[in-house]
C-alpha cells in the first residue's frame, strides 16, 4: 500500500510539473518546488531511501545551475542587458533568483549586512 502512495505521489508530481512547465515556462521557482517535494516525498516513502543526500544535492545543485545557464543565455541575446557581454549575463545566472526577484537580492543583502555587523560586534567583545 505504501508503494502505490508513493507510486502515486510521484506520478502526480511529475503530471504537476509538466501542467506546470506548460503554463508557467517562466516561473522557474515553481518548477524547483515541484522536483524538491517529488524528491523529499520519493526519499521518506515508506522508511525506504531511494536516493541519497548526496545524490538529491547533485541533482538539485545541476537543475540550479541549468536554470542559471538557460537564464545567462536568454539574457544575452533576448534580455534587458543583450548589449553587455555573455560573461556579465553569466553572472547575473549565477544569482538569477536575486535578479528575477529583487526583493530576494534585498533579503540576501540584508542577511550579508547582519551578519557582517553581528561579526564586528562580536569580534569587538
Known amino acids: 500500500m505504501i508503494k502505490f502512495l508513493v507510486g502515486l505521489a510521484l506520478v502526480c508530481a511529475l503530471a504537476w ?19 524538491t517535494i517529488w524528491l523529499v516525498v520519493g526519499m ?16 538539485l545543485v545541476g537543475i540550479y545551475a541549468s536554470i542559471g545557464l538557460l537564464f545567462a543565455v536568454y539574457q544575452h541575446f533576448w534580455g534587458y542587458y543583450n548589449d553587455k557581454s555573455f560573461a556579465y549575463n553569466l553572472g547575473q545566472g549565477v544569482v538569477w533568483p536575486a535578479v528575477m526577484f529583487p526583493v530576494v537580492g534585498q533579503v540576501i543583502g540584508g542577511v550579508i549586512m547582519i551578519a557582517v555587523i553581528g561579526y564586528i560586534v562580536m569580534k569587538s567583545k
Open 17 to 35: 510539473l509538466v501542467f506546470g512547465a506548460l503554463i508557467w515556462v517562466i516561473n522557474l521557482p515553481f518548477l524547483i518546488g515541484v522536483i
Open 44 to 59: 521518506f516513502a515508506g522508511g525506504e531511501t531511494w536516493m541519497s543526500a548526496t545524490q538529491i544535492k547533485l541533482i
